[in-house]
């Protein structure tokens, strides 16, 4: 099973969003909670965090691109029972 890792609504009127930093690569494991990347509203930093555990495949995004919310910042694999 796949979960999209999106950018969150940060409730920032006017806000122009970008990437500033991937805290993990693809192909690592992560579990709820693992920061994932930094995204940048202004002087305003937030980090991006996982809500599912499996392995993460981050998209072919740059530090510095302009994001917009609910856009794809990679998946997160999960395995099917009896993958193991």
Known sequence: M???VVVPELDLDGASLSLSGWLVKSGVQV???DPICEVCAGDIVVEVGARYEGIFQRESLEVDQQLQTGMRLGLIEQPEAGDF
């Open 2 to 4: 796949q979960h999209e």
């Open 31 to 33: 579990v709820p909670g």
